[in-house]
């Protein structure tokens, strides 16, 4: 998953500025609903897109498809844990 763009998307669609000037919109957000090594078939939702918008750009919504990278077999899962320190 490509988060810095699914954040590019974000600000966009206005959750953040790129200039001073610019109001936010709190109410833009991702939720993503499948966790790191789910199953997804193809069709099935991921990620729900939260924003004020009447609909969301066609372009947004491939760039947002576009971030997911899917292979076919399961991945190996490591630990995100490098150390446990005490």
Same mark, same amino acid.
């Given at each position: 998953?490509?988060? !810095? $763009? &699914?954040?590019?998307?974000?600000? $966009? *669609?206005?959750? /953040?500025?790129?200039?001073?000037? =610019?109001? *936010? +919109?709190? %109410?833009?957000?991702?939720?993503? !609903?499948? #966790? =790191? /090594?789910?199953? &997804?078939?193809?069709? $099935?939702?991921?990620?729900?897109? #939260? #924003?004020?918008? %009447? +609909? !969301? +750009?066609?372009? *947004? =919504?491939?760039? !947002? =498809? +576009? %971030? *997911?990278?899917?292979?076919?077999?399961?991945?190996?899962?490591?630990?995100? &844990? &490098?150390?446990?320190?005490?």
């Amino acid at each position: 998953m490509d988060a !810095l $763009e &699914i954040a590019k998307v974000c600000r $966009e *669609l206005g959750a /953040g500025r790129s200039r001073a000037d =610019q109001e *936010l +919109d709190l %109410s833009v957000g991702v939720t993503i !609903l499948k #966790h =790191q /090594g789910a199953a &997804i078939e193809k069709g $099935e939702s991921w990620i729900r897109v #939260h #924003h004020s918008k %009447s +609909d !969301l +750009d066609p372009s *947004l =919504q491939k760039r !947002l =498809q +576009d %971030s *997911l990278k899917t292979i076919k077999t399961k991945p190996v899962m490591s630990s995100r &844990i &490098i150390k446990i320190i005490g």
